[in-house]
């Protein structure tokens, strides 16, 4: 398995490399998909605030931020107003680092502001305990990632001039020879991951839902159902979720479900395992038979009261 995530390393290396004379020649960004991420911020810092019917005005672009207009007025506290724009940007993945400032609609004075970026930078995160009063709020966000994650393909090199040919072939060329060997590492980890057998957690059959407590959880639609009501999950959730039931009242170490969840990124993820956790007993909070428990210093343990560990 070593080896093979060598392969992967070294696909994800050509890659890079051979799409850097590309990657610089893109410069539009993609602002259709920056809207609907930052509606989803909007939409995020309304329901932890506890509104779930206010509108999200447009999106307006004020030089290099984009503001956030709220409908209503609205109330927040430092700390979840971090959470539930982390929780956006960390699943969609738009920059690598940004800054959020709440601004006041009429004195656009700055009441509250943060920045978080890569897990080696420092975070500036102020004040998280402090409870901001009811009042009309602008949020302005920032995105000061590398300009290659908001890139959109619109080249702007001219092949006619001279010296630019031949880096367009070389990029071309990697690319090609990055994504077959990429290809290959993970075809096979594939292959070798459908080996494992189930004592050893590999993951179960997505063919048929599973019973978790009083939830049917159904891993190729990414739902889970409760009597009539269905929740939907996001790709890492259903993954983490999965792992869980199939490792049920057994500790799963943290090392293990960021290997498996989040392959040869887990190493850079760690602080994101307990976001999506939090997620997961927030979805599952309907029924308190099934906790899902930390194990300090080790792990998680999926527990469901009044059942086995079958």
């Avoid at 809207?35 to 506890?50: D, E, F, I, K, N």
């Avoid at 004040?127 to 009063?133: D, S």
């Avoid at 050893?200 to 939830?215: D, E, I, P, R, Y």
């Amino acid at each position: 398995m070593v080896i093979f995530g060598h392969y992967i390393r070294a696909g994800l290396f050509l890659l890079l490399m051979a799409g850097g004379p590309l990657l610089h020649a893109r410069s539009n960004v993609d602002e259709g998909r920056i809207q609907v991420v930052l509606r989803m911020v909007g939409h995020q810092v309304l329901l932890a605030s506890g509104d779930s019917s206010s509108r999200i005005m447009p999106i307006v672009k004020d030089g290099d931020r984009y503001k956030i207009p709220l409908e209503s007025d609205f109330h927040f506290v430092s700390a979840d107003l971090v959470k539930a724009i982390r929780e956006v940007m960390l699943e969609t993945e738009i920059a690598s680092s940004y800054r959020v400032e709440v601004e006041e609609c009429d004195s656009r004075a700055v009441v509250y502001s943060f920045e978080v970026g890569l897990p080696e930078q420092k975070e500036l995160i102020p004040c998280q305990a402090r409870e901001h009063p009811t009042g009309c709020y602008d949020l302005m966000i920032t995105l000061i990632g590398p300009p290659e994650q908001l890139a959109q393909t619109s080249p702007l090199i001219d092949p006619s001039e001279p010296g630019e040919t031949e880096e367009s072939e070389f990029g071309y060329l990697g690319w090609i020879i990055g994504f077959l060997i990429l290809s290959v590492g993970l075809l096979v980890l594939r292959i070798k991951g459908k080996g494992h057998s189930p004592e050893n957690g590999s993951q179960l059959s997505t063919s048929a839902a599973l019973n978790v407590g009083n939830f049917s959880f159904n891993p190729s639609s990414m739902e889970l159902a409760l009597e009539e009501n269905k929740t939907e999950l996001t790709g890492k959730e259903s993954e983490l979720l999965h792992l869980f039931i199939n490792r049920r009242n057994q500790t799963v170490k943290r090392e293990e479900i960021l290997n498996r969840v989040w392959g040869d990124e887990g190493g850079y993820v760690g602080r994101t395992l307990d976001v999506f956790v939090s997620r997961l007993r927030k979805k599952l909070e309907a029924d308190p038979s099934i906790k899902i428990i930390n194990i300090r210093g080790v792990g998680y343990k999926l527990v469901v009261e009044g059942m086995g560990t079958t």
